[in-house]
């Protein structure tokens, strides 16, 4: 069996002497791995940089089994994103994330979300949106268009920490200290201000924790927090 795809690389690891498994999301066809024999050579090692895009060819005899890649660099990325640190933190957080998908399930969706953060300056609001479609995709998106107690689209200011629906402002207020701040910007209201960058990171994170991360006994990147404060200070209202 065999296919030729243009994907973003995700992860590497060695396997062997010479030998590495990488891991890419491919267009079409979602996250996947293979073997890429001679990984480790000088000239392999520069394109097998997370966050280049390169087109794969992979051949196995059985569909099932993990099969062999062979590469070509489409887009280098690496140098770049290590020159600037809250870019490379963008890069690492962005391959974690993706790396929690299914294999093989196609994500063409959160495939191009990850390439518009990477080539574009680092953007906490768009970075936020793209946990929240991590988690839709996952199948624990959250319901941030009518409230949960009123059924009304207007003034959505809270989300309900174990239901992940919205709560307006009206309905929220016997609950506030139970309830998660939901930033106007996630519900579409409005550009982000700092304030909101951290918000809506404290309210994407509860939900990973509560339904990847944890369950799955996942550490979070700690280059997540220190990113979170960069995109938080950093963020142009």
Known sequence: MEWTGEALLIGVRRHGESSVIA???????GRHMGLVRGGRSRRLSAVLQPGNTIQLTWRARLEDQLGQFTVELLQARAAQLIDDRTRLYT??????HLRLLPERDP???LLGMALNLLDHAPDGAALARFELAILDDLGYGLDLTTCAVTGTSGDLTHVSPKSGRAVSRAAAQPYLDRLLPLPSFLAGRGNAAPSDIAAAFRLTGHFLQDHVWGPRELTPSPTRDILIGMLSRDHDV
Do not use: K, N
């Open 23 to 29: 891991e890419a999301m491919v267009a079409g066809r």
């Open 91 to 96: 890069s690492q957080l962005i391959c974690d």
């Open 107 to 109: 994500h063409d969706r």
